[in-house]
């Protein structure tokens, strides 16, 4: 489960260290190092490294809108890409895995990577309006 960072807790006219966002949001500094990598903005290359408070309020928001970043209809998430994507044409399928809920399964539009989504059967209807769908056999027989 991805963790929730408030971005209110930092203040934009503040900077800060690895270490003071390493407290303030209660995460280890390698936590902090990992975000500098996935776009953390610093001042320069000088240690130690200082981040704008606006930069990290930024970054803190983007991070939540990543995780938090509902699919939209007719999109499924990519692990690869990890984003939602909507699946490359003629990929997508749907399989029933219980008597409540169903599997699509697709191939992601931008990296072809598997994609899957699981559903309630309730929702195959309106699901099936949005995906441009071959139904297996299997789907067939319950329609
Ligand atoms: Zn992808």
Not at 5 to 12: M, T
Not at 32 to 46: A, H, M, S, Y
Request: glycine share 4%; proline share 4%.
């Amino acid at each position: 489960m991805a963790k929730r960072y408030n971005p209110n807790k930092c203040k934009i006219n503040r900077n800060y260290s690895i270490s003071e966002i390493a407290l303030l949001y209660d995460v280890h500094k390698n936590t902090v190092k990992t975000w500098l990598r996935r776009g953390l903005k610093r001042i320069d290359n000088q240690r130690p490294y200082i981040i704008l408070g606006r930069d990290l309020k930024q970054f803190i928001k983007d991070l939540r809108g990543i995780n938090k970043r509902p699919c939209e209809l007719g999109e499924i998430y990519c692990m690869r890409c990890r984003t939602p994507r909507k699946p490359e044409q003629g990929t997508t399928t749907f399989d029933t895995e219980t008597t409540r809920y169903g599997r699509i399964k697709a191939s992601c539009n931008v990296c072809n990577s598997a994609m899957n989504r699981y559903f309630r059967l309730s929702d195959l209807e309106v699901l099936q309006r949005h995906f441009a769908v071959i139904l297996p056999l299997q789907q067939k027989r319950i329609g």
